[in-house]
């Protein structure tokens, strides 16, 4: 595989007739989203041989909406700049090698459709628009011209390659014009033929008309001369063949001198190869078009479903193609091309490059018409990526555009050889899991909640489980199955898929058998651990690699850890505060097995923390235990965690995604970032380290691209912060951005390439395709828009990030308030009246308007009603020439019998409803009596009123409940719930209006109802609680959600939601709730947390009144005591960070005694601490507790709390009088002070701890062969080495600058840097000149020195131990074996890499990369890089270890200060003062140094010493 980043770019946009192109030497470039990106093509692309020569170099970032045109300049010398046309309203002229932009117009105002660079004149861009302006722009003199030729839309325009004035331009009814720009803008031709949009327009590349035999008249069945040449007859300078595709299915050939066509080509109807389109569907068609330099007897153009055809213009009458790639399957585009762009290369090669709805960029053969190479693309997010366990170098990628692309990284052939699945998809692809043993399954989360699984091998569609998410499927993992999941008899799969969606639940589903209903593993959680309060959220999933244990990360930001079979609650973990988005656990397989007890965690705050969980898994406790300590905190992110990855090759090195837009590679165990990656425009989403290469990540983010990328390379080696993060922010936010277009008019017409889409996106879902389209598709800019749901964890609901509405809602309220504002207009133009007068002047509506009219018509008309009324009351039989007159004058229904009356009333009725006021009708249907009618038809019309559901009684009982029932739907319609709920109550429907309250979010009132009308106990009431509990929680209101849950009596709910928010007043308030409900435990561990976050503001009093609410707390009291007393000490002595702005206790100080003595007289007064009974006690309490060990980047905060506790432990077990337990904390204190390198500290602790040294604790002791005595001989030791240091300083006399800096850099981490320190603190102090004492010391501080130089002589002949110094000897020989051991596998492992990928260039590099090892600057002459062999390697490890178990356990029990380095601190005393150390004393260093001091750099600084 080769050592190279790579791009999967956003895809090209869709709809624009030019937006890629080329230029000679090899440069392709194409339009995504807001930006262009540029492929170098052929031997410049410096590929790896045997690959395709293609690489993505870059993009030009700078437009805000999406790009619609793309032009090279096609002039020599000139190939470095391109333009750009976007929906932004710019077009804009780019220089390529610098990615800027040289200059910019904003002269259109509508939206750009065409654009090009005249190939003849060398400044001269043209571009159209929508509304038919064209402008040219000259760019050398920054002039420009606008022509405004038809009021029609333009498609596509083409300047003439033979003469710098004509302009061919294509418009959307089919028209084709011909004009020339220096007569402004004068029609040559106007070519009519086509009846649809023009889509390409192509001048022949040769001038004249000569290069084609034709002599016809356009649509002849017949040439007139089949062979030979025919020469124009009217000889005209700008004679030339123009070739047009349009969506009407052909291609016309023009004649430019005779102004019309002469030859018309139709698309032949291919036999798609592909298969599985619905014939009955219309075929989608853009038809583009390229005639070949070399070859103008031909013509390439796309056809309906994606193929390229290859037209022999000769025979045109015969309609003779060649297909592309005819002979080989797969190769060709499975959907329409938009694009084709010639190209040839600096080999001379003439390739053509193609642009599809594919979403595929692919390059052809012109010689061979065959396919060289694809590359494939991104239409949406890249939500997720996954690396298969089995198909090593297999990487499925989850994309927004509704596909899974799985990408074979390890392919020799192809650098890009990706699969496209799409079947049964159908949505954004939020999560993917390779099964961890079955080859080619995959199993993937949509953000519709879907679950599947793939069979990457084969091409059958994939199995859909039965139970979906009702969110977003958040992620998936593979584990075994737990014994609740209904298999049935028989056998159970060894495995199962668990998902977690984002209404927070985890669902188990039987790969065997999907169609079966999941398993909610809540139910079993509930059961095991006899939980009765609420479960949290679920948000994320994860099982350790061993398959025992399992991790479920919460949306409070809670980590649970469940142990097989029954998931039993070993540990919760409360760090994060917000959504956990993800989970890793550490790999199996390093050097350190233990490691595997790591987990790395991320959520929406940027901190990250890893625990080693090895403590709580291997004890097993009974209960569960609570971890609120992290093993490592990794600092440095600015924005939420979305993705972390364990690094497959190292030891403890993780890799974060974040949405600051970088990706962080961190060495966790010493703390410290590494690597930063910048390369992203957008917000990451996911991070996969490469499981073959350990210098190869690959990273997806919502700027719809996925970049493999190299560690090695980076240049950065933390995220940005401040000013860089700024920038990087700006450089996201250059994205586009969701909002309606200002030139669009809401209603009159749609823009072109909109409807294009539409239909598309209608088509796509017939063809069950699920890729979601983008260019202009309102889809795609809906993904831009909309805050993902992505598998990370973060709903909208929880997060408070605005949800922003798609671009189409947006351009359908604009519509909305425009048509409103014209109608309010209207009404403002009518002639100003006073509003009494016309109050006064209207007059109610009549309810007989009809009836009415027609009592007013003519004289004649109202004699005739006379005679019919007349005729009709005394005719004494039936008569039908007066039933007649009587239906046409229905108005004298009135005067004749009922039926005709109501006939009447059925007319006018009829008419008020259609004038639309249906409250005229039904009070006429009640006039004639007809209650139960005119309630039924209000209730189909949705038209009752509170008047007539007061009316319904009076037609009896049923029918008043019925009509109340109906009215409460109609008002839900109406989004009235509250008066719904009300008329339901009026019928005694409690649990009904309740559960209506419920269901649309109306807590407050349905709560209120169900209190006043139901039982207390009414179950209903918990559940209200429960539920708007939930939402209040959500939404970050936890003063109320608490309320809720103390009312549903789930106090443990309440108190945890108060803490939610982590500040020290929240924790507070929830530690006192939990004690007052009697949760002491979660009280404890709330007032505990309000404490440290009090500490950390140094509110001191504050921290001691939230310890006091619980008593399990008192030994945490004495902690802080401690630790006040020692920051006040140290800030006396101007030591500490902080100055006295702080709160510190009143508490009564006796500066006389030593700091012991003042602690214990605080704790006495304060605490009643005066008994060993009472110290005991609160030693046991306190000795439960662990810390981490110290490293050099702990904060100094934590760590100064963590030395404390040691310290008080040891006080507590002196006053106790267990001096053996006083001597082990005080230790401890000194060497956690000694690990993190704050030597400054260690010096402290002794002053204060130990102000007359050791000597008191050796007879409190007193039996020397006291179990204790090696860790006195360690204290002892440590206090030496301290003084040492000390001595050596002062020696250095009125110099307090190499003293200050020697303090300042002390770092104790390893003895190579402790020792380089030696070296580089007196590099002059080895000269023989330099070691006489300074003449500016004075003769007083001479004695004194003298004095100490005695009594260091006595002390340090406890450090020179010999076998203190085997020891470290053996373990550094250790630690160097195992580290030689692991470059020999990384270098054996790489070699193996570049075997299998490549037989080329890559077998020298390991005869390089010895060369390079072999002379590193700071190695001596004679060392020599000479390889060591593995069964050398294993007998120095065995004689290592051997040497380590020969020494007595007690050498081995503690921490030892380096002996080493000693002996080179007293030879350089001895070499700047010799009278200070005897030569007897010089002697045993020496032969220390020359008997231990084997590796490298005690070597270098003895001889630095002695030459």
């Given at each position: 595989?080769?050592?190279e980043?790579?791009?999967?770019?956003?895809?090209?946009?869709?709809?624009?007739?030019?937006?890629s192109?080329?230029?000679?030497?090899?440069?392709?470039?194409?339009?995504?989203r807001?930006?262009?990106?540029?492929v170098?093509?052929?031997?410049?692309?410096?590929?790896?041989?045997?690959?395709?020569?293609?690489?993505v170099?870059?993009?030009?970032?700078?437009?805000?909406?999406?790009?619609?045109?793309?032009?090279?300049?096609?002039?020599p010398?000139?190939?470095?700049?391109c333009?750009?046309?976007?929906?932004?309203?710019?077009?804009?002229?780019?220089?390529?090698?610098?990615?800027?932009?040289?200059?910019?117009?904003?002269?259109?105002?509508?939206?750009?459709?065409?654009l090009?660079?005249?190939?003849?004149?060398?400044?001269?861009?043209?571009?159209?628009?929508?509304?038919?302006?064209?402008?040219?722009?000259?760019?050398?003199?920054?002039?420009?011209?606008?022509?405004?030729?038809?009021?029609?839309?333009?498609?596509?325009?083409?300047?003439?390659?033979?003469?710098?004035?004509?302009?061919?331009?294509?418009?959307?009814?089919?028209?084709?014009v011909?004009?020339?720009?220096?007569?402004?803008?004068?029609?040559?031709?106007?070519?009519?033929?086509?009846?649809?949009?023009?889509?390409?327009?192509?001048?022949?590349?040769?001038?004249?008309?000569?290069?084609?035999?034709?002599n016809?008249?356009?649509?002849?069945?017949?040439?007139?001369?089949?062979?030979?040449?025919?020469?124009?007859?009217?000889?005209?300078?700008?004679?030339?063949?123009?070739?047009?595709?349009?969506?009407?299915?052909?291609?016309?050939?023009w004649?430019?001198?005779?102004?019309?066509?002469v030859?018309?080509?139709?698309?032949?109807?291919?036999?798609?190869?592909?298969?599985?389109?619905d014939?009955?569907?219309?075929?989608?068609?853009?038809?583009?078009?390229?005639?070949?330099?070399?070859?103008?007897?031909q013509?390439v153009?796309?056809?309906?479903g994606?193929?390229?055809?290859?037209?022999?213009?000769?025979?045109?009458?015969r309609?003779?193609?060649?297909?592309?790639?005819?002979?080989s399957?797969?190769?060709?585009?499975?959907?329409?091309?938009?694009?084709?762009?010639?190209?040839?290369?600096?080999?001379?090669?003439?390739?053509?490059?193609s642009i599809?709805?594919?979403?595929?960029?692919?390059?052809?053969?012109m010689?061979?018409?065959?396919?060289?190479?694809?590359?494939?693309?991104?239409?949406?997010?890249a939500?997720?990526?996954?690396?298969?366990?089995?198909?090593?170098?297999?990487l499925?990628?989850?994309?927004?555009?509704?596909?899974?692309?799985?990408?074979?990284?390890?392919?020799?052939?192809?650098?890009?050889?990706?699969?496209?699945?799409?079947?049964?998809v159908?949505?954004?692809?939020?999560?993917?899991?390779?099964?961890?043993?079955?080859?080619?399954?995959?199993?993937?989360?949509?953000?519709d909640?879907?679950?599947?699984?793939?069979?990457?091998?084969?091409?059958?569609?994939?199995?859909?489980?039965?139970?979906?998410?009702?969110?977003?499927?958040?992620?998936?993992?593979?584990?075994?199955?737990?014994?609740?999941?209904?298999?049935?008899?028989?056998?159970?799969?060894s495995?199962?898929?668990y998902?977690?969606?984002?209404?927070?639940?985890?669902?188990q589903?039987?790969?065997?058998?999907?169609?079966g209903?999941?398993?909610?593993?809540?139910k079993?959680?509930?059961?095991?651990?006899?939980?009765?309060?609420?479960?949290?959220?679920?948000?994320?999933?994860?099982?350790?690699a061993?398959g025992?244990?399992?991790?479920?990360?919460?949306?409070?930001g809670?980590?649970?850890?469940?142990?097989?079979?029954?998931?039993?609650?070993?540990?919760t973990?409360?760090?994060?505060?917000?959504?956990?988005?993800?989970?890793?656990?550490?790999?199996?397989?390093?050097?350190?097995?233990?490691?595997?007890?790591?987990?790395?965690?991320?959520?929406?705050?940027?901190?990250?923390?890893?625990?080693?969980?090895?403590?709580?898994?291997?004890?097993?406790?009974?209960?569960p235990?609570?971890?609120?300590?992290?093993y490592?905190?990794?600092?440095?992110?600015?924005?939420?965690?979305?993705?972390?990855?364990?690094?497959?090759?190292?030891?403890?090195?993780?890799?974060?995604?974040?949405?600051?837009?970088?990706?962080?590679v961190?060495?966790?165990?010493?703390?410290?970032?590494?690597c930063?990656?910048?390369?992203?425009?957008?917000?990451?989403?996911?991070?996969?380290?490469?499981p073959?290469?350990?210098?190869?990540?690959?990273?997806g983010a919502?700027?719809?691209?996925?970049?493999?990328?190299?560690t090695?390379?980076?240049?950065?080696?933390?995220?940005?912060?401040?000013?860089?993060?700024?920038?990087?922010?700006?450089?996201?936010?250059?994205?586009?951005?969701?909002?309606?277009k200002?030139?669009?008019?809401?209603?009159?017409?749609?823009?072109?390439?909109?409807?294009?889409?539409?239909?598309?996106?209608?088509?796509?879902?017939?063809?069950?395709?699920?890729?979601?389209?983008?260019?202009?598709?309102?889809q795609?800019?809906?993904?831009?828009?909309?805050?993902?749901?992505?598998?990370?964890?973060?709903?909208?609901?929880?997060?408070?990030?605005p949800?922003?509405?798609?671009?189409?809602?947006?351009?359908?309220?604009?519509?909305?308030?425009?048509?409103?504002?014209?109608?309010?207009?209207?009404?403002?133009?009518?002639?100003?009246?006073?509003?009494?007068?016309?109050?006064?002047?209207r007059?109610?509506?009549?309810?007989?308007?009809?009836?009415?009219?027609l009592?007013?018509?003519?004289?004649?008309?109202?004699?005739?009603?006379?005679l019919?009324?007349?005729t009709?009351?005394?005719?004494?039989?039936?008569?039908?020439?007066?039933?007649?007159?009587?239906?046409?004058?229905?108005?004298?229904?009135?005067?004749?019998?009922?039926a005709?009356?109501?006939?009447?009333?059925?007319?006018?009725?009829?008419?008020?409803?259609?004038?639309g006021?249906?409250?005229?009708?039904?009070?006429?249907?009640?006039?004639?009596?007809?209650?139960?009618?005119?309630?039924?038809?209000?209730?189909?019309?949705?038209?009752?009123?509170?008047?007539?559901v007061?009316?319904?009684?009076?037609?009896?009982?049923?029918?008043?409940?019925?009509?109340?029932?109906?009215?409460?739907k109609?008002?839900?319609?109406?989004?009235?719930?509250?008066k719904a709920?009300?008329?339901?109550?009026?019928?005694?429907?409690?649990?009904?209006?309740?559960?209506?309250?419920?269901?649309?979010?109306?807590?407050?009132?349905?709560?209120?109802?169900a209190?006043?009308?139901?039982?207390?106990?009414?179950?209903?009431?918990?559940?209200?609680y429960?539920?708007?509990?939930?939402?209040?929680?959500?939404d970050?209101?936890?003063?109320?959600?608490?309320?809720?849950y103390?009312?549903?009596?789930?106090?443990?709910?309440?108190?945890?939601?108060?803490?939610?928010?982590?500040?020290?007043?929240?924790?507070?308030?929830?530690?006192?709730?939990?004690?007052?409900?009697?949760?002491?435990?979660?009280?404890?561990?709330?007032?505990?947390?309000c404490?440290?976050?009090?500490?950390?503001?140094?509110?001191?009093?504050g921290?001691?009144?939230?310890?006091?609410?619980?008593?399990?707390?008192?030994?945490?009291r004495?902690?802080?005591?401690?630790?006040?007393?020692?920051?006040?000490?140290?800030?006396?002595?101007?030591?500490?960070?902080?100055?006295?702005?702080?709160?510190?206790?009143?508490?009564?100080a006796d500066s006389?005694?030593?700091?012991?003595?003042?602690?214990?007289?605080?704790?006495?007064?304060?605490?009643?601490?005066?008994?060993?009974?009472?110290?005991?006690?609160?030693?046991?309490?306190?000795?439960?507790?662990?810390?981490?060990?110290?490293?050099?980047?702990?904060?100094?905060?934590?760590?100064?709390?963590?030395?404390c506790?040691?310290?008080?432990?040891?006080?507590?077990?002196?006053?106790?009088?267990?001096?053996?337990?006083?001597?082990?904390?005080?230790?401890?204190?000194?060497?956690?002070?000694?690990?993190?390198?704050?030597?400054?500290?260690?010096?402290?602790?002794?002053?204060?701890?130990?102000?007359?040294?050791?000597?008191?604790l050796?007879?409190?002791?007193?039996?020397?062969?006291?179990?204790?005595?090696?860790?006195?001989?360690?204290?002892?030791?440590f206090?030496?080495?301290?003084?040492?240091?000390?001595?050596?300083?002062?020696?250095?006399?009125?110099?307090?600058?190499s003293?200050?800096?020697?303090?300042?850099?002390?770092?104790?981490?390893?003895?190579?840097?402790q020792?380089?320190?030696?070296?580089?603190?007196?590099?002059?102090e080895?000269?023989?000149?330099?070691?006489?004492?300074?003449?500016?010391?004075?003769?007083?501080?001479?004695?004194?020195?003298?004095?100490?130089?005695?009594?260091?002589?006595?002390?340090?002949?406890?450090?020179?131990?010999?076998?203190?110094?085997?020891?470290?000897?053996?373990?550094?020989?250790v630690?160097?074996?195992?580290?030689?051991?692991?470059?020999?596998?990384r270098?054996?492992?790489?070699s193996?890499?570049?075997?299998?990928t490549?037989?080329?260039?890559?077998?020298?590099?390991?005869?390089?990369?010895g060369?390079?090892?072999?002379?590193?600057?700071?190695?001596?002459?004679?060392?020599?890089?000479?390889?060591v062999?593995?069964?050398?390697?294993?007998?120095?490890?065995?004689?290592?270890?051997?040497?380590?178990?020969?020494?007595?356990?007690?050498?081995?029990?503690?921490?030892?200060p380096?002996?080493?380095?000693?002996c080179?601190?007293?030879?350089?005393?001895?070499?700047?003062?010799?009278?200070?150390?005897?030569?007897?004393?010089?002697?045993?260093?020496?032969?220390?140094?020359?008997?231990?001091?084997n590796?490298?750099?005690?070597?270098?600084?003895?001889?630095?010493?002695?030459?």
């Amino acid at each position: 595989m080769g050592q190279e980043p790579r791009t999967l770019p956003p895809s090209p946009n869709w709809y624009c007739s030019r937006c890629s192109d080329a230029v000679p030497g090899g440069l392709f470039g194409f339009a995504a989203r807001t930006s262009v990106f540029l492929v170098r093509v052929g031997p410049g692309a410096d590929t790896i041989p045997g690959t395709p020569p293609f690489r993505v170099i870059g993009e030009l970032v700078g437009h805000t909406e999406k790009v619609s045109g793309f032009t090279f300049c096609h002039h020599p010398g000139q190939y470095n700049l391109c333009a750009t046309s976007s929906d932004d309203g710019t077009v804009k002229i780019w220089e390529v090698e610098a990615k800027t932009v040289v200059t910019e117009h904003a002269l259109h105002q509508h939206t750009i459709s065409a654009l090009h660079w005249s190939p003849r004149v060398k400044d001269l861009i043209v571009s159209g628009d929508e509304k038919g302006v064209v402008f040219c722009y000259w760019l050398n003199r920054n002039d420009s011209q606008h022509l405004f030729i038809e009021p029609r839309t333009i498609f596509c325009l083409t300047c003439s390659p033979h003469h710098e004035d004509l302009v061919a331009i294509g418009y959307k009814d089919g028209i084709v014009v011909i004009i020339d720009i220096s007569k402004k803008g004068e029609v040559m031709h106007r070519l009519r033929g086509h009846d649809d949009e023009i889509h390409s327009i192509a001048w022949c590349p040769l001038s004249g008309e000569d290069c084609l035999s034709i002599n016809q008249e356009e649509n002849s069945e017949e040439p007139e001369i089949p062979n030979g040449k025919v020469t124009a007859q009217t000889p005209l300078t700008k004679g030339c063949y123009l070739a047009t595709g349009s969506k009407d299915q052909t291609i016309r050939i023009w004649s430019c001198s005779r102004g019309r066509g002469v030859m018309t080509l139709k698309l032949p109807f291919l036999k798609r190869r592909g298969g599985g389109v619905d014939p009955t569907v219309k075929e989608r068609l853009w038809l583009t078009l390229h005639w070949p330099k070399d070859q103008p007897t031909q013509l390439v153009s796309s056809c309906f479903g994606g193929e390229l055809l290859l037209w022999d213009l000769t025979q045109s009458w015969r309609r003779k193609y060649t297909l592309f790639s005819g002979s080989s399957e797969g190769q060709n585009h499975s959907r329409i091309v938009f694009n084709l762009c010639p190209l040839q290369t600096e080999e001379d090669k003439q390739l053509l490059l193609s642009i599809s709805m594919d979403r595929d960029v692919k390059c052809w053969d012109m010689a061979t018409l065959e396919c060289c190479w694809t590359l494939p693309s991104l239409g949406g997010f890249a939500y997720s990526l996954a690396f298969s366990p089995v198909d090593t170098g297999c990487l499925a990628i989850g994309v927004g555009d509704g596909m899974i692309r799985v990408w074979n990284t390890l392919s020799i052939k192809n650098n890009y050889d990706v699969k496209n699945f799409w079947q049964g998809v159908k949505s954004k692809v939020t999560a993917l899991c390779w099964h961890p043993t079955k080859e080619g399954c995959l199993a993937f989360g949509t953000d519709d909640g879907k679950v599947g699984l793939y069979d990457t091998y084969s091409n059958k569609p994939p199995q859909i489980s039965s139970t979906y998410h009702k969110k977003t499927v958040y992620s998936l993992a593979w584990g075994p199955p737990v014994p609740a999941m209904a298999l049935g008899e028989g056998d159970r799969p060894s495995l199962t898929l668990y998902s977690c969606g984002g209404e927070g639940i985890v669902l188990q589903h039987n790969p065997w058998k999907l169609s079966g209903e999941a398993f909610d593993i809540n139910k079993l959680i509930r059961d095991t651990n006899s939980i009765k309060y609420k479960l949290p959220v679920h948000t994320e999933i994860s099982w350790k690699a061993d398959g025992k244990i399992m991790a479920l990360g919460n949306e409070d930001g809670s980590i649970e850890i469940f142990k097989v079979p029954n998931l039993k609650l070993i540990c919760t973990i409360q760090q994060h505060h917000k959504l956990v988005n993800t989970i890793s656990w550490h790999h199996e397989h390093g050097s350190q097995p233990e490691l595997s007890y790591l987990m790395a965690s991320g959520s929406n705050n940027a901190v990250i923390y890893v625990h080693n969980l090895q403590n709580v898994i291997e004890t097993n406790p009974d209960s569960p235990v609570t971890i609120t300590e992290p093993y490592r905190t990794l600092s440095g992110h600015t924005a939420k965690i979305t993705s972390l990855a364990w690094s497959p090759h190292h030891d403890g090195r993780l890799v974060s995604a974040s949405y600051d837009g970088t990706a962080q590679v961190w060495d966790t165990l010493q703390e410290e970032p590494l690597c930063n990656f910048r390369g992203h425009r957008g917000r990451l989403l996911c991070v996969a380290w490469s499981p073959l290469d350990p210098d190869c990540i690959y990273s997806g983010a919502d700027d719809f691209c996925v970049y493999k990328w190299l560690t090695s390379m980076q240049e950065h080696s933390r995220p940005p912060q401040g000013k860089k993060s700024i920038e990087l922010e700006k450089k996201r936010l250059s994205q586009p951005k969701p909002k309606p277009k200002k030139k669009k008019k809401p209603t009159l017409r749609v823009p072109v390439k909109q409807e294009l889409c539409d239909g598309n996106e209608e088509e796509s879902v017939k063809e069950s395709l699920g890729p979601v389209e983008n260019g202009v598709s309102d889809q795609e800019t809906e993904e831009e828009a909309r805050e993902p749901e992505p598998p990370c964890g973060v709903t909208s609901a929880v997060s408070k990030e605005p949800i922003i509405c798609t671009p189409a809602a947006l351009g359908f309220e604009k519509s909305k308030s425009t048509i409103n504002n014209k109608v309010t207009l209207l009404k403002k133009d009518v002639p100003k009246e006073k509003p009494e007068a016309l109050i006064k002047k209207r007059k109610a509506r009549s309810m007989l308007p009809l009836s009415t009219s027609l009592d007013h018509r003519s004289k004649e008309e109202l004699h005739q009603d006379c005679l019919v009324l007349a005729t009709t009351k005394h005719s004494k039989g039936p008569n039908e020439d007066v039933s007649t007159d009587l239906e046409e004058r229905f108005h004298l229904g009135l005067f004749t019998d009922r039926a005709t009356l109501y006939r009447m009333i059925e007319v006018e009725g009829k008419s008020h409803l259609e004038n639309g006021h249906p409250e005229l009708f039904h009070q006429l249907m009640l006039w004639k009596g007809d209650l139960k009618g005119v309630l039924q038809t209000a209730a189909e019309r949705g038209e009752l009123t509170d008047n007539l559901v007061a009316m319904a009684p009076v037609a009896g009982y049923h029918v008043w409940v019925w009509a109340v029932e109906a009215f409460a739907k109609q008002l839900c319609f109406q989004d009235q719930y509250v008066k719904a709920a009300s008329h339901l109550l009026s019928i005694h429907k409690v649990y009904e209006a309740v559960e209506l309250l419920k269901s649309n979010h109306f807590y407050r009132e349905a709560i209120a109802i169900a209190k006043a009308r139901l039982r207390p106990e009414d179950p209903i009431i918990k559940d209200l609680y429960l539920s708007w509990g939930a939402i209040l929680e959500k939404d970050g209101h936890y003063a109320l959600a608490a309320k809720c849950y103390l009312g549903a009596t789930s106090a443990y709910d309440a108190a945890k939601v108060l803490a939610k928010k982590g500040d020290a007043a929240s924790l507070r308030t929830a530690a006192e709730l939990a004690s007052i409900v009697g949760e002491n435990e979660l009280s404890a561990s709330l007032a505990l947390r309000c404490a440290q976050e009090l500490l950390l503001a140094r509110n001191w009093v504050g921290a001691q009144e939230a310890l006091q609410l619980h008593t399990s707390l008192k030994g945490q009291r004495l902690v802080f005591c401690l630790l006040e007393l020692l920051s006040k000490h140290l800030e006396e002595k101007q030591l500490s960070e902080g100055k006295s702005s702080f709160s510190y206790n009143a508490w009564p100080a006796d500066s006389e005694g030593s700091f012991v003595e003042r602690v214990t007289a605080v704790w006495k007064s304060t605490f009643s601490l005066d008994s060993p009974e009472q110290y005991q006690a609160a030693f046991q309490q306190l000795q439960k507790i662990k810390y981490p060990s110290a490293t050099s980047n702990t904060p100094s905060k934590q760590l100064l709390l963590h030395i404390c506790h040691d310290l008080t432990l040891a006080v507590l077990s002196q006053e106790a009088g267990s001096w053996d337990a006083a001597v082990e904390g005080l230790l401890r204190a000194v060497i956690r002070s000694y690990d993190s390198g704050n030597f400054t500290i260690m010096q402290e602790v002794h002053s204060a701890f130990l102000p007359q040294g050791c000597d008191h604790l050796r007879d409190k002791l007193g039996d020397h062969q006291s179990p204790t005595t090696p860790a006195f001989k360690s204290l002892k030791a440590f206090f030496i080495y301290g003084r040492l240091y000390e001595f050596w300083w002062s020696l250095s006399g009125p110099c307090p600058e190499s003293s200050v800096w020697v303090r300042a850099a002390h770092r104790t981490k390893t003895s190579t840097e402790q020792s380089q320190e030696v070296d580089s603190v007196s590099p002059e102090e080895t000269d023989p000149k330099a070691s006489q004492p300074e003449p500016s010391r004075t003769p007083e501080l001479d004695v004194r020195l003298i004095e100490e130089g005695e009594q260091m002589q006595n002390a340090c002949k406890e450090l020179l131990s010999e076998k203190h110094a085997d020891l470290q000897n053996a373990q550094r020989t250790v630690a160097e074996v195992q580290e030689t051991l692991g470059e020999m596998i990384r270098q054996h492992q790489k070699s193996q890499l570049c075997k299998s990928t490549a037989n080329g260039p890559d077998k020298n590099e390991p005869e390089q990369e010895g060369e390079s090892l072999s002379h590193p600057q700071n190695q001596c002459k004679e060392e020599k890089n000479e390889p060591v062999s593995l069964p050398e390697l294993t007998k120095r490890l065995t004689e290592a270890n051997e040497r380590i178990a020969k020494l007595p356990e007690s050498i081995k029990t503690w921490p030892f200060p380096d002996v080493l380095e000693c002996c080179l601190i007293l030879l350089h005393v001895g070499s700047q003062c010799p009278s200070f150390v005897t030569q007897e004393m010089q002697q045993q260093a020496q032969e220390l140094l020359q008997k231990y001091g084997n590796t490298k750099v005690y070597k270098r600084h003895y001889q630095t010493l002695y030459t």
